[in-house]
């Protein structure tokens, strides 16, 4: 039987892999525990992965692994992924690998069972900015717009400082939420998840004010080299300021001083290059809106290589992919 590691032991099982995802920490385990998932932490050998157990009505489960397994996982950890699964229930084991879209990883995929599925819950591409540079050559980076409005925010007397109020950020959520038309979190989500991270260091919620007036915030998050962008938010007060431009520079900043050498800005539309740079200033649904936004900042298109399922219960994934994968969030 494979065992179960504790949060601890995973920790330290992760200690030797100081590159994995922060999706694969302990800490998010916890985080998810509270809001739906189960998370069950495995390894053999080098290799390990934290699967996060979904239950929906009639007693069906679904295994997750977000951004892992971690190490040289494919074939030899499979078996012990599949005894979990089979404890569970589960019809199925959907995997977002922390990988880019490699031709040799798909082939791989596809000898172990997987097959690429219909549903993602993490975004598969990106833009991951370089850190490794000086803040000339990094704002020398960014698009030229981009530049102006952060030093026109610093100009008109906007600033950014470590927050701890993360139900005002949460109103500032909802307010964004409204206006831009997506989902969020309960407040009590945001909240764990700083507890959670911002103890260990590895998270931080800026503010960005002027004279003491609210306009931005953003919660940021580093482990290992990388840092992610995860969750922003801005009132509908002097938004002519640009405070989130100073914001995420000052994000970059904080992941920059912790040691991180990249940061994610988590989430752009799944196209390439070329198309993305013909269509974003006709589009703002889903992705697009966002997309204006941060490709100012000098970020590398990168693309994951998306979720695969290894389907278990042929009937019971089926009706899943028709009822349930909308209503999923990671």
Not at 53 to 81: E, Q, S
Not at 91 to 115: H, S, T
Request: with cysteine; glycine share 8%; charged share 25%.
């Amino acid at each position: 039987m494979t065992p179960r590691l504790s949060p601890d032991a995973w920790e330290a099982f992760l200690d030797l892999h100081p590159e994995a995802h922060l999706l694969q920490t302990a800490a998010w385990g916890e985080l998810k525990s509270g809001f739906g998932w189960t998370p069950v932490r495995v390894a053999a050998g080098a290799a390990g992965a934290q699967i996060l157990l979904r239950r929906f009505p009639l007693g069906f489960c679904l295994a997750y692994i977000p951004r892992g397994p971690v190490g040289k996982w494919l074939p030899d950890l499979i078996p012990h992924l599949l005894q979990v699964c089979r404890e569970a229930g589960a019809f199925a084991l959907k995997i977002e690998p922390d990988a880019l879209d490699e031709p040799w990883l798909e082939a791989e995929l596809q000898r172990a069972g997987f097959v690429p599925s219909r549903h993602t819950i993490q975004p598969r591409r990106t833009l991951v900015v370089d850190l490794r540079e000086s803040d000339d050559v990094l704002l020398s980076k960014m698009h030229p717009k981009t530049r102006y409005n952060i030093h026109l925010a610093e100009r008109r007397g906007v600033t950014v400082r470590a927050w701890n109020d993360v139900e005002g950020f949460h109103r500032m959520l909802q307010t964004t939420s409204a206006r831009d038309e997506f989902g969020v979190h309960r407040a009590d989500y945001y909240a764990h998840a700083y507890s959670l991270f911002q103890a260990r260091g590895e998270c931080e919620l800026l503010l960005a004010e002027k004279d003491g007036l609210a306009l931005a915030g953003l919660m940021v998050f580093g482990r290992g080299s990388r840092a992610w962008y995860l969750y922003g938010a801005s009132t509908n007060e002097s938004r002519n300021l640009m405070p989130t431009y100073l914001l995420q520079w000052e994000a970059m900043r904080w992941a920059r001083r912790r040691g991180c050498e990249s940061y994610d800005l988590w989430g752009i539309p799944d196209e390439d290059e070329a198309a993305l740079e013909a269509e974003f200033t006709r589009r703002s649904d889903g992705l697009w809106g966002v997309y204006r936004f941060k490709r100012g900042f000098g970020g590398k298109n990168e693309r994951t290589a998306g979720a695969w399922d290894l389907v278990l219960q042929p009937l019971v994934y089926r009706a899943y992919l028709l009822v349930a994968a909308g209503r999923l969030q990671g």
